[in-house]
C-alpha cells in the first residue's frame, strides 16, 4: 500500500540509551496509533541484515545485549547499502505509512535529515534527546571505541534540532517537555481530519 501524505514528520536521534525509544513511546501513547506511528530506520535494515546473517530479528529489535553484539556489523553493512542509494532505508521505512504524524525514533545521519526535508521539506522537524553519560551509563550505556565516536552516534552532533528533550531524573517531566511537539502533532491531525 503506498503511504499517506503525512501532515507533520518527527525526525528524534539522539546518542545510545539517551531514550529516543522511551520518549517516542509515550509520544505515541498520548497521541494515539490513530494519530501518529513510529518508523525506525533501523527497522528494515536489521531485517535485512538478520536474514543475510541467519540472526534473529526480533533480538535485534530489543534493547539488550543481543544488538549490541552486532552492532559494529550492522552499522558497515547499512553504511554499504547507504553508500549506493543515502535514502535507501528512509524509504523503506516510510513505506505504506498512514497515519498523518510519522515518528522517525532513530535518525543518525546527515543523509536521513537531507532525504526527508528533500522528501517533504515543509512536514520535518527535528528533536534531539540528550542524558548524560551517568545517566545513559545507568541505563546499560558502556562506551565502546569505533561506535560511540563513529558516524552513527556523531553523525548528527553539529546540527541544529527544532527541539531538545533532556531525559534525565532531575530534570522537567517530559510530559512538560513534549508540551509543545504534542500540540503541534495535534494540532496536524486536526487538519487532516478537517
Ligand atoms: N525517562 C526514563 N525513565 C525510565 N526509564 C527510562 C527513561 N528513559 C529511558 N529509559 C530506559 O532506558 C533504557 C534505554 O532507553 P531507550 O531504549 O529508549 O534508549 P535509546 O536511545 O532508544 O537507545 P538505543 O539507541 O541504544 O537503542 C530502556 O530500558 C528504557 O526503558
Ligand atoms: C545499525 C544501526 O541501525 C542500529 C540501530 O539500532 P538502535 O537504534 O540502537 O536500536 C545503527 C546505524 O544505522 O548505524
Known sequence: MASVDPKLILLFSG???????YVTDLILKRLGSEICCILRLSGPLKQQFAQEHGLDYSELLAAGGYKETHRAAMIAWGEQ??????GFFCRLATQGAQQPVWIVSDARRCSDLLWFRTEYPSQTRCVRVQASEETRGGRGWRFTAGIDDAESECGLDGE??????????????LEEQLKDILHLASQAAGQHNS
Not at 545510545?16 to 525509544?21: E, I, M
Not at 547499502?81 to 543515502?86: A, E, L, V
Not at 541544529?160 to 517531566?173: L, Q, R, V
Open 15 to 21: 546518542k545510545r540509551k539517551s531514550g529516543k525509544d
Open 81 to 86: 547499502c547507504r553508500r549506493q542509494d543515502p
Open 160 to 173: 541544529e534540532f527544532d527541539w531538545i528533550i533532556t531525559n534525565e531524573a532531575d530534570t522537567p517531566a
